[in-house]
């Protein structure tokens, strides 16, 4: 579901300015990468393409890493400027947690307190991103968090991605003070006195100018995020009250079925490979809280029995439910 989701084009800007540092002003994909408009936005599938695209160019750098280190504000638009001429960080986290779609829809970041320090976390209900975008979106962020403070040695106390760990996990060192794989969430926890911390380029007026930018461009983004959290909720619950079938979601949803397809269509989404997305997810969930049987999930999840549950799973994943829930201990 994430992939028919947007990131700003602005982001693209990122790579191209890359590729011009390395010296590859000639190479196919920068020139693609000029003629794009920084106002346009491109889905998730074409970001994480681009992504992959430039790991297989540089086959010995950590693209992700490398691209987080070198974010500036115009590589994030109105939202970084805006996250600049705050008065401390913490006002300009709560600047990018109200204006995040501006960067990219699906889930949102969310600002917590976590054992008395504070945790910005990305859940996966719009399903996961790809490894490269989730080090460039964490890294970024630590960039933004450093040149807003001028201090270069800030470290997170820990990070958090949901990928698995990669064979050679050296170029990590140093980007928090602990680094775990393959859980549930992707997450940053710094000190609470973070949020204190004065940011040296503070200007009010600028502050209040962007910020009303900031609103004008959020309230003419596209709704597609909202319909597919719409979506993605009447489908829970549907399959959670074993009728998962288009006619059922379009009822929780309040439209007849044929403007559902209609939607569907606009969207780019073929509702069986929605469903089956959305099966997953759950089912990954329920497997990483172990509260439920497999007997159990299956039964949830609208599968006729466990062994189809099982053979599903393993065809989205890779490997069965038994080792998925072993791997998450």
């Known amino acids: 579901m994430l992939a028919n989701l947007h990131v700003a084009g602005d982001l693209a800007a990122l790579a191209r300015d890359y590729l011009r540092e390395m010296g590859h002003t000639s190479h196919p994909l ?30 010995e750098q950590h693209i992700g890493l490398s691209l987080g280190q070198r974010v500036k504000p115009a590589h994030v638009g109105v939202l970084g400027y805006l996250t600049l001429a705050c008065d401390h960080v913490g006002e300009a986290m709560q600047r990018f947690e109200r204006y995040q779609r501006l960067l990219h829809d699906g889930d949102r970041a969310s600002v917590e307190m976590h054992q008395g320090n504070i945790c910005l976390a990305w859940g996966t209900d719009f399903g996961p991103s790809t490894r490269l975008s989730d080090e460039v ?20 106390l820990r990070i958090h991605f949901v990928f698995n760990a990669p064979q050679d996990i050296s170029a990590y060192q140093g980007l928090a003070a602990e680094v775990s794989f393959n859980q549930p969430r992707t997450e940053i926890h710094i000190p609470a006195d973070w949020f204190a911390k004065a940011i040296s380029n503070s200007d009010p007026a600028l502050k209040a100018l962007l910020e009303q930018q900031a609103q004008t461009l959020l309230n003419v983004l596209p709704g597609s995020g909202d319909f597919l959290q719409q979506l993605q909720h009447a489908t829970l619950k549907c399959l959670q009250q074993g009728e998962a079938s288009c006619a059922a979601v379009a009822k929780h949803m309040h439209m007849a079925e044929r403007s559902l397809f209609r939607r569907l269509a606009t969207e780019q989404i073929v509702f069986k490979e929605f469903l089956a997305n959305t099966r997953m997810q759950l089912a990954r969930k329920y497997l990483q809280e172990g509260r439920l049987t497999h007997s159990e999930i299956a039964l ?3 599968y006729s029995e466990q062994s189809a549950f099982s ?13 998925f829930q072993k791997g998450q201990n």
């Not at 794009?36 to 297989?56: G, H, I, N, Y």
């Open 30 to 59: 920068y020139l693609q990468l000029a003629s794009l408009q920084p106002s346009s936005r491109m889905t998730f599938r074409q970001w994480w393409q681009l992504l992959d695209d430039m790991q297989a160019l540089f086959p």
């Open 300 to 302: 949830l999840l609208g």
């Open 137 to 156: 979106l964490v890294c970024g962020l630590l960039t933004f968090l450093r040149m807003m403070t001028g201090d270069n040695s800030l470290t997170p």
């Open 311 to 323: 053979r599903a799973f393993k065809q989205a994943n890779g490997v069965g439910p038994k080792a």
